[in-house]
Every structure is written in C-alpha cells, then in structure tokens.
C-alpha cells in the first residue's frame, strides 16, 4: 500500500494538497495550475488515489471533482505525515518571510521544544493578521506566542541590555532562521 502512494512527485503533491484541504473538491485543471503539474500526470494519479481509495469523485456541472475519503483506514496517519514534513523548521522560516520585511526571525519554545516566554521573535514589518492565520494553520499543540519589534526598537533593546532580548538570542538551543541585522550583544 504505501509502496503505491508515494510513487510521483505528482502525487506527493496531490497527497498534500488533499490531506492539508480535507473538506475542499478540486477539478482537474485547477489542479494542474496549483501544482504546475501536467494535465496527464495528475490524471493518471487522480486515478491511482481513486483506485486506492483515498480520494472520491463527484460530477458536477459537467466537471469532475475529487475530495480526499476521509474514512480511508490510513488518513489520519497519512495527514499527520504531511503535515509534519509541511511544518518544518525551514518551511515555516521560508512561509514567514513571505508575509513581510523580515529582519531578524528567532524561534523558541515550542519550535525547540522548551520553555521559553515567546515562541518567535520578529524583526521588521510583518501583517500580524496574516501571521495569525498562519501560526493557526500549523496545529500546534498550543497557541504560538510571538512578538514583532522594529528594527530600531531591537537596535536599542541591544544596547540597553535588555533582557529579554538578550537572553533569546544568546541561548543556543534556539534557531535564528534569518539575520539581516549587525548587532553586537554586550557581555
């Protein structure tokens, strides 16, 4: 069985965005533009997953839609893997660039597995609310604590001492995932 599920990178794209949308239908060629796929190759595969039983299909309006089976006796562990390997360490940093002017990002707490006053750490101009939707996307255990500074406020956090900042940046076991900042941490 999993010897025919990840045959392709067709079809690993196809697993993915069915198991991350499990309550969205999707058609043919708006798949092929999702997924920069050819029409043929998300066709052929469209069928295998329908033969296997992950996916079912519907007509409507005289196209044919797929929805993910959410019966289908390995879903949940298949959805879990999907979003494990989405979820990573660099596709949240590269995810979180993409919403803004990110300067300085640092991850914590829950991304190190410890405890720590905030999750991540962001310098520069970043839409909170499309952070928020994203930090909600990523089914954590709990909700992710953050914090958004300036770079000017970082800058003088960094020369007064501030603790708080300090104490992140110099605590090796978190991850600084982008640094376009030159500071320098006093002893």
């Not at 069985?1 to 794209?13: D, E, N, P, V, W």
């Not at 190190?112 to 609310?129: A, H, W, Y």
């Not at 604590?145 to 970082?154: A, N, P, Q, V």
Request: aromatic share 8%; proline share 2%; net charge positive.
């Amino acid at each position: 069985m999993l010897k025919q599920l990840f045959t392709s990178q067709a079809r690993a794209k196809l697993l993915t965005n069915f198991l991350l949308n499990p309550d969205k239908e999707f058609f043919i060629r708006q798949l092929t533009r999702e997924l920069d796929e050819q029409i043929n190759s998300i066709r052929r595969e469209l069928d295998n997953l329908k033969r296997l039983g992950l996916l079912r299909a519907r007509m409507k309006n005289r196209k044919k839609y797929y929805v993910v089976n959410k019966n289908y006796i390995i879903y949940n562990e298949l959805r879990s893997i999907i979003i494990k390997s989405v979820n990573t360490r660099e596709n949240i940093i590269k995810k979180i660039t993409k919403l803004g002017r990110v300067d300085f990002l640092l991850l914590s707490g829950i991304f190190v597995d410890k405890d720590s006053p905030v999750d991540m750490l962001i310098v520069g101009d970043i839409e909170r609310e499309k952070l928020q939707d994203f930090l909600d996307s990523l089914e954590s255990k709990r909700p992710i604590k953050y914090s958004i500074l300036t770079r000017d406020d970082f800058l003088y956090r960094i020369k007064c001492n501030d603790k708080f900042t300090k104490e992140l940046i110099k605590d090796t076991e978190n991850i600084i995932g982008v640094n376009k900042i030159d500071y320098k941490l006093s002893a």
